[in-house]
């Protein structure tokens, strides 16, 4: 059984960066298509972007050109790193991954097998 610790978050004010990781273990984050999810009070979960097996990404519209996703396969990794901050972006963040490169760029949730704990990230103006 797969898992996955966040850590990372945190509170920041608008336009700072903050970095959050995602430690595997029992699974590699090579062999999965991993991906960040996050949920805001009151909403609805939402996918932030993907990394496939063979490293290619893509990411929601909302944070294209500011958040970028990576891993360190040597160290089981997995990262987000957030830049331009805005309020918006408060929310707890996850980490997931699915053995399906076929799938998981619809980001859905349902497609995705192992989740972390998540990890709360707090913007203000």
């Known amino acids: 059984q797969g898992q996955l610790v966040e850590s990372g978050g945190g509170s920041v004010q608008a336009g700072g960066s903050l970095r959050l990781s995602c430690a595997a273990s029992?699974?590699?984050?090579?062999?999965?298509?991993m991906a960040w999810f996050r949920q805001a009070p009151g909403k609805e979960r939402e996918g932030v972007g993907i990394i496939k097996m063979g490293g290619s990404t893509k990411y929601a519209e909302f944070v294209k050109d500011r958040f970028t996703i990576s891993r360190a396969d040597a160290a089981n990794t997995l990262y987000l790193q957030m830049n331009y901050l805005k309020p918006e972006d408060t929310a707890t963040y996850y980490c997931?991954?699915?053995?399906?490169?076929?799938?998981?760029?619809?980001?859905?949730?349902?497609?995705?097998?192992?989740w972390g704990q998540g990890t709360q990230v707090s913007i203000s103006y």
């Open positions: 997931a991954a699915s053995n399906s490169d076929w799938t998981c760029p619809r980001l859905r949730a349902d497609d995705f097998r192992y």
């Open positions: 029992r699974l590699t984050v090579n062999s999965y298509c």
